[in-house]
Each structure stands twice: as C-alpha cells, then as structure tokens.
C-alpha cells in the first residue's frame, strides 16, 4: 500500500474504476511523441509484462501522461500499489518531493528493478532526484520536458545521470556486461577441490582489514570455482582481489535478521562484491545475499571404519548350527543306550556292546566313517543306516566348513545413518560447529549433535582415528571424497565411504545484488558448454591423491579375490581336540609304562627263582608258592609279557 502517497482522488477513482476508458481527449495535450513515448517505455522496462504505476498530481496534467502511457504501454498494470511481481515501475509526478517519496516505496535493493521517472516539469540542475546513491541497485531512466537522462548502470562505479539523446541510450546492460576493469573484491578459503588458495598476507582495503590471497604459485590458483571465476573475469573484465573470510566462521550465521561472520557476513556488510567456495543454495543465505545458479550438486558424506574380518576360534563349529549340534548328540546318546540294553537282553548281539562306554565309542566311530565294522550280529541293518546317516552329516559339514573358512566373515557394514548410530561412532572436525540442521535430517540431527566433539588440532584428530569409532566427515563431489579437514593420506587406510548419504546440497556463487544477473548468465553459460563438468573432472584428476581415491573400493564381501589361506585361528576348535586327544594319550601312556616296569620285576624274580636250585623241601614248597602267585598276577595282566613256566 502505499500509504503516506498523497493522492488525487479523483486520478485513482478513475483508473481504479474502469482501464479501457481511456479518455482520448487528453492526447493531444501530451508533450512526448507517441513513438518517442513507446520508444522510451521499451528501452526501459525491456521484457517486462506487468508494472506498477505511481502517479500524484494536478489531475488534468498527470492524466494526459497517464492515459498516454497505458495506452502505449499494453500489458497489465497496479496502480499506487505494489505487485512484487513486477519489477517495472513508472513514476509519474509534477514536485520533486512526491517522486522521491515515490522512490523510497519502490524496492531499490532488488537489481531487477526498473523505474521510468516522468517528472512532469522543468526540472532543476541539482535536483535531488540527481543523486545516484538514492536508486540503490535499480535501474533509473529520467524523462522531463526539457531533457532525459539515463543513470549510468550499477556495476560501474561512480553511477551517474548521463543525458542521452537518443531513445536507444535508455537501455539498461544486463547479463554479460563490461565491467571496465573495475577491481571487485572477493571472498573464498582453501576447500578443495572448489579452491586451493592458502597463502595469504595482511592488508587493509577500503578500510577493512583482511587477509589477501598473495601467492604465485599456480598450484594455489587451482580449484574448479577459482577456474569458473577466472573465466568469468575475463568475460566480465573485471579485476580482483580475494580475501579470506572473517568473523570465525567460513560462511557465518544469521543470527537477529543480520548476517554474522563468514563469507556470507562479507557479503552482506559490502566487505567484498563476490564469494565462492562450496556455498550451499540454501535458504539461510538467500534471504541475504544473492545467490547465483547452482552449478553442482555436493552431498554430505562420512567415512567410516571398514569393517574389520571376524576370525572365530570356534569356526570349526560354525558350518551347523547349535540346534544340529544338539541333534547329533542327542541322537548318538539315544542310539549308544538303545544298542547297549538289546546287547544286554539278546544273546546273539557281539558281547562287546554290553560295555556302554565301549557302545558309545563304537558308535561315535562309526558315524565318523571311521570305525571298521566289525561282527554285528543282530544289529547289521540299523549300523549300515547308522553309517549312512553319518555319511551325510559328515559330507553337510565338511562343504559348509570348506565354505565357510576360505571366505572370511566380516563384522556387520556400515551403510546407513541408523547403521551409524548403532554403531557409536563419534565425528568431529576443526573450526566451527556445524550447522546441524543443514546437516541432517530432522530424525538424526539430535543425535548426530551428541556424537559430536570439536577438535582443535589435526593431531587430536589423529588421536581419535589411531584409537578407532570415529567416522570422518565430508563432501562427495563427482563421486570422490573430499574431507572437510585434511587427513593423512595413511590414516585414510582403514576407512571407506558409508553408502548412505545425509544431505544433498547445490553449490553457488553469492553475490550483491548488481552482480547476480552477470554472474548467473556467465553461470548458465559456462555450465552449459561443459566447462563446470570440465574442470571439475580435470582439477579432480590432478589434485586427489590416490588413498581418496581407494576409499571408495570396498574390500569386504563379494570384491574379495579368491581364497583366502586358512589360518590357525579358525582351526582353533580343531586343534583343541587334537591336544585333548595328545593329552588323553600321554596320561595312558604314562600309565602303560609304570605297568610295565611291574612286569619286568615280576619276571625277573621268576627267572631268579628258576635258576637257583631249592635247597630244602620247605624252600622249594615255598617259592613254588610265589611262583604260582606271580603267575596269578601275570595272567590278570592284559599285557602280553612272556612269562616263562
Ligand atoms: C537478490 O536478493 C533479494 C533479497 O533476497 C531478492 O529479493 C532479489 O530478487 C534477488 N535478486 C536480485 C537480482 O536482486
Ligand atoms: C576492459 O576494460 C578496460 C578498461 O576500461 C578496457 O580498456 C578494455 O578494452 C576492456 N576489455 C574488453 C575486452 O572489453
Ligand atoms: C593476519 O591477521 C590475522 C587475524 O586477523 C592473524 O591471525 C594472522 O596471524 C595475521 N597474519 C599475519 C601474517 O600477520
Ligand atoms: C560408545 O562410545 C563412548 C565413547 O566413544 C564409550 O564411552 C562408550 O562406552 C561406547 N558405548 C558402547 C556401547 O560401545
């Protein structure tokens, strides 16, 4: 609304009431050629389809300028009210001071704007409408009866109301403009692969301090927006100087309707005209600053640890589950006591079956196919079943188990943000705490925010990568990792890109408003004939290193080539019986050598008795006693010494 706009009822009465009355009468009264007229409206508002009419005045003397320019004009139009649709405005006035209210109500900041000052009267050399700083951004054409001026365009500075005399000098540059060598200062920091520029020295510029990119080194002037910018300067002809951001941020905050710190701050305090460098389109920055077309698409990205292989002692268990386990044992148990009672109660069953221990061994041997089937009387049917069950069993498990331990088990992936949390992996990095919400999405931010530790060195960083669960934060630009901190390339060994991403973002040039246009149609261009793709492909192949390349290579499951050797860890099962075995063995052994040396004393006694002759009845009775006692002992004795009669 335009509120304190003082008008005249009875103008906006009758354009309110009825457009296409259009009072002819007037025309004749006019001071502009109708084409001189058309001419003007074109160069000016070139493009436009709707515009917004501000008109106070004399009635009879406004209304001839009025009628004239509807009737010229032919598109839709708003009058003494605001559609922020459209960017054109006609300013229609006989006393500076209602026209320059006027201006003050017209949105100036926005470049697009358009006004067409008519100032119905002689109008004075140091007119205040003459002061350039009063139009902001818009572009300005000035018609009164004794000249026109046009304000000379925004991005060449100082502006200033030039007269034209031809119609044609009305016409706004827009786009691809010549800057005229005009020095731009510009915003950006070392984010690779958008920017490689470091090395940097104090200065102060139009009385702001800043630290100023200095080197000369070519390998700093490197980085696919750097290479974007470079062309468009040429194009634009402008000149440069770029600055680090400031304020402790890298792109700021908005914080109470103002911008603070960071490139975006710069921006918005006209520190600098331009800046670059991962700027994200978002919405924060664009209530701001002017952001310019996208041109790539970045996505937020971790790397996690890769998962590491699992190497069970108890692999040799693993080819059949605990229930089979149960099964098997169960069913030998049953089997070993089912033969052991039939040995008991029929005669014809071999007589070594009626031991139960010896029942179970026979029967563990023969389900391992390694028992050699000896007399089975009365029992062959269910033994030949019995080993045919076993030979399946054994045959299940050999194949699971060849299966199993040629190709490695690996601790469980971590592939999506739910998988992340599971898993307590913290994330850090350098500098200012993120912005989470920019970050994640609503369901994760809280608990993304908790796993989050600033660090303050690259050697903490490092502490934290040695000691593992720590996932390392960046961006994936044309599939290929750039970190937000610089990592070692050794530490980057372990890692590999988690699959799920958390947030996709386009990256942009931010701007002051004069410059969108130019730097949006340099954009569009430069995106359009290839060179974004170009450069982001050229500058990704010169400057990553190989270990960011790799930790895009997964190294667990099905990328796995061929067998893996076997190792003793898995066969730790199978090692354990065979020592239980040894040890079984030894204590036997142990035994049969003590029994043995029993022996030997027995028969060294008996060949003593035989070879001394008895010298008495009652000493031969006697040794013939003990004779026969150590025989007794001899025939208890499984072992088969040979005693001598
Ligand atoms: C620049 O930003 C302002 C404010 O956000 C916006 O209204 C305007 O449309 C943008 N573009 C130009 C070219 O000024
Ligand atoms: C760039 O601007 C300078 C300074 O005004 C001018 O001399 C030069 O011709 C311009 N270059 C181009 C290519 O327009
Ligand atoms: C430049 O100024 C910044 C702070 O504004 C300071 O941290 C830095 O050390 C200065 N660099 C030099 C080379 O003086
Ligand atoms: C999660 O990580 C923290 C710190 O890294 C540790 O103190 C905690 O014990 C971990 N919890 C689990 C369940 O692993």
Known sequence: MW???????????FVGGDRNHVMTDFDRASWLDDQDFKDMIDYSFEGSRCCNIFVEGLMERVDVMFHQF???????????NINRRCNAYLLLAEKPRSLINAVKKVPTAIALTEILIIFNSEIEENSL???????????????????????????????????????????????????????????????????????????????????????????????????????????????????????????????????QGGMIGQLFRKEVDL???????????????????????????????RPHPIINFWALTTPITLEVWIAVVVTIAMQSLNIWCKARINPKVPSRF?????????????????????????????????????????????????????????????????????????????????KFDDYFEEQYREKM????????????????????????????????????NEIRSSDLHNYRVMKESFGKYYVCFATQPWLVLSIDRM??????????????????????????????????????????????????AGFIVLFLGHAIATIIFYFELRQNNDEKSILRTIMDMKRV?????????????????????????????LIPD
């Open 70 to 80: 509807i009737k010229l004009y032919g598109h839709d139009y708003t009058v003494n």
């Open 129 to 259: 409408l003459f002061n350039a700083s009063f139009y902001k951004n818009a572009n300005v054409n000035l018609i009164s009866p004794t000249g026109r001026w046009s304000l000379s365009e925004m991005f060449l500075l100082p502006r200033v109301f030039k007269k034209v005399s031809r119609n044609s000098n009305m016409k706004h540059n827009k786009g691809i403009v010549d800057l005229e060598g005009r020095q731009l200062q510009v915003a950006t920091f070392y984010v690779p692969p958008m920017s490689y520029l470091s090395t940097s020295e104090n200065r102060t510029v139009n009385e702001v301090e800043g630290e100023f990119f200095s080197s000369n080194d070519t390998m700093e002037w490197d980085g696919v927006e750097v290479k974007l910018f470079v062309i468009m300067a040429k194009h634009l002809n402008f000149t440069w100087m770029i600055r680090k951001p400031n304020g402790g941020y890298r792109y700021g905050r908005a914080k109470n309707s103002t911008w």
């Open 3 to 13: 509120k304190c706009a003082m008008l005249v009822c009875l103008v906006s009465n």
């Open 354 to 434: 009626k031991s139960f221990s010896n029942t179970l061994l026979e029967l563990i041997g023969r389900l391992l196919g390694s028992w050699a089937p000896r007399q089975t009387i009365g029992l062959r049917v269910q033994l030949h079943l019995w080993h045919f069950a076993g030979l399946l069993i054994v045959t299940a498990y050999s194949s699971s188990l060849a299966a199993r331990l040629t190709t490695p088990d690996y601790e469980q992936r971590i592939d999506t943000a739910d998988q992340f949390l599971e898993s307590n992996l913290t994330w850090g990095r350098e500098g200012p705490i993120p």
């Open 449 to 484: 925010r908790e796993r989050f530790q600033t660090e303050k060195s690259p050697a903490q960083r490092q502490k934290k990568i040695d000691q593992g669960n720590y996932a390392i934060v960046g961006k994936i630009i044309r599939s290929m990792f750039f970190p937000e």
């Open 613 to 641: 002759p008895c010298m008495s009845d009652q000493s031969c009775r006697l040794r013939r006693a003990r004779h026969q006692t150590l025989r007794k002992k001899r025939t208890t004795n499984q072992w088969n010494v």
């Open 275 to 305: 800046a670059f460098g991962g700027i994200w389109f978002t919405y924060d920055p664009y209530r701001y600053v002017n952001l310019s077309v996208p041109w790539y698409q970045v996505s937020i990205h971790f790397l996690v640890p």
């Open 523 to 572: 954009m569009t261009r430069l995106i359009e004939h290839g060179f974004a793709n170009y450069f982001l492909k050229d500058v990704i192949q010169r400057r990553t290193s190989i270990s960011l390349r790799e930790v895009r290579i997964e190294q667990d499951g099905d990328n796995v080539d061929g067998a893996v050797p076997l190792q003793l860890k898995p066969l730790g």
